[in-house]
């Protein structure tokens, strides 16, 4: 098959599958944001090696946030406090909490969609568009979910470590050097602020999954110029 027609339909597919994925149909918002922080809440009952860490997600956009709020965290929020305001975006509270130290917490905002559903729907979209028999693409399917939900909790994590649990508050879990909060910030910058990483660590995901070493072989005999040795 022509190698331009062949990138043509997959790029077809890919822009048709994504945007019917991106498209905000009745309910698949709420589903999305509330499996994510199901998830969040099971995942990060224990912040990594420090067990003493726990972060519950918490919904934003919910009438009873002060309510669910002093549910997780047993004590009333200090005076002053006021709850950081959803958006159109920000549909995510994450409370951190220190075990070993009862009574202070913090609170995050953050979004499922670009942290979770966008780098999710652009892997899909790939695996879907991409010519493959239904089994192999079932094992694609789920690999990429696999390591894409890896890829979310490490981006998770940057956050709630740079601005939570590492950074100079009560209920701080270890304290950093300054090289190393350096290192985390541009870590955070890089993979979760930065939009670029959304879709360029999804898309290398999608290359791990699908693609085959003859395809590979594929690939390069059509991008690589052909060497004359004449």
């Known amino acids: 098959m022509n190698p331009t027609r062949v990138i043509l339909r997959f790029s077809f597919f890919v822009l048709l599958f994504y945007?019917?994925?991106?498209?905000?149909?009745?309910?698949?918002?709420?589903?999305?944001?509330g499996a994510f922080r199901t998830g969040g809440d099971v995942f990060?009952?224990?912040?990594?090696?420090?067990?003493?860490?726990?972060?519950?997600?918490?919904?934003?956009?919910?009438?009873?946030?002060?309510?669910d709020l002093k549910s997780v965290t047993l004590v009333d929020p200090p005076p002053g406090f006021r709850l950081p305001p959803p958006t159109d975006v920000m549909d995510t509270l994450m409370v951190m909490s220190n075990r070993g130290v009862p009574g202070p917490y913090g609170v995050l905002r953050?979004?499922?969609?670009p942290v979770g559903?966008?780098?999710?729907?652009?892997?899909?979209?790939?695996?879907?568009?991409?010519?493959?028999?239904?089994?192999?693409?079932?094992?694609?399917?789920?690999?990429g979910l696999l390591l894409v939900h890896v890829f979310i909790v490490v981006r998770l994590s940057l956050t709630l470590a740079n601005n939570g649990f590492g950074a100079a508050k009560s209920y701080a879990l270890f304290e950093m050097s300054p090289f190393w909060k350096d290192v985390l910030a541009r870590a955070e910058?890089?993979?979760?602020?930065?939009?670029?990483?959304?879709?360029a660590i999804a898309t290398f995901i999608w290359l791990l999954v699908s693609v085959k070493r003859s395809e590979w072989a594929w690939l390069r005999e059509m991008l690589l110029p052909v060497r004359d040795d004449d």
């Not at 945007?19 to 944001?33: E, F, R, V």
């Not at 990060?44 to 309510?67: C, I, N, P, Q």
């Not at 559903?117 to 789920?142: E, H």
């Not at 910058?189 to 879709?199: I, K, Q």
Request: glycine fraction near 4%; charge should be positive; avoid cysteine.
């Open 189 to 199: 910058t890089v993979l979760l602020t930065d939009p670029t990483a959304t879709f």
């Open 19 to 33: 945007t019917l994925l991106m498209i905000p149909w009745p309910g698949l918002q709420s589903a999305y944001s």
């Open 117 to 143: 559903y966008w780098p999710t729907a652009w892997m899909l979209a790939l695996i879907l568009a991409k010519p493959m028999s239904w089994s192999r693409r079932g094992w694609a399917l789920l690999w």
């Open 44 to 67: 990060f009952r224990r912040f990594w090696a420090w067990s003493d860490g726990r972060v519950r997600f918490l919904d934003l956009h919910s009438e009873f946030l002060m309510e």
């Open 110 to 113: 953050t979004s499922s969609r």
